[in-house]
């Protein structure tokens, strides 16, 4: 998908992010229990992706420097990618859209919390350069990568 962009999330494309069709067993991935106890939510940064006209994926992150926990200052959130979409591009895409936001802000780090499972996110966030750092007291995974 050569022809990415990144909207703000409003009322209009809300309804289509939560239309997104994910691949199935995914949808046990989309929130760790680590994101929902530790996030100030007026601190979020939501944004859709469109491939051309077509709405592809939706991207929640975090930007809050007095965050209690690191890996909650500059963090990817949450993120779906429609499953026609995955494997081209899409969610690398939106990912350095954040990092690219998070190194504007300041930041030198950028982290991702993910639950752990045989169909879960970690071989696409060490893909592209997360590394495994610790893991949260939910048992969910932490990744850093360097910005």
Avoid at 41 to 51: A, D, G, I
Avoid at 87 to 92: L, S
Avoid at 95 to 110: C, H, N, P, T
Wanted: aromatic share 10%; charged share 25%; proline share 3%.
């Amino acid at each position: 998908m050569d022809d990415l962009r990144l909207e703000e999330l409003n009322a209009k494309t809300a309804v289509a992010a939560n239309g997104l069709t994910l691949k199935r067993g995914q949808e046990a991935f989309l929130v760790p229990v680590s994101n929902e106890a530790y996030v100030d939510q007026s601190s979020t940064w939501t944004r859709v992706v469109y491939s051309d006209d077509e709405l592809v994926a939706y991207i929640m992150a975090n930007f809050d420097p007095e965050a209690g926990k690191d890996e909650y200052r500059c963090s990817v959130l949450r993120m779906h990618v429609a499953a026609t979409a995955q494997g081209q591009g899409v969610g690398t895409f939106a990912v350095q859209q954040v990092a690219d936001e998070g190194k504007r802000r300041g930041f030198d780090s950028l982290y991702a919390v993910w639950e752990p499972g045989e169909l879960g996110p970690a071989p696409f966030f060490t893909a592209i350069g997360f590394e495994v750092v610790g893991e949260t007291e939910f048992g969910d995974q932490i990744g850093r990568r360097v910005l």
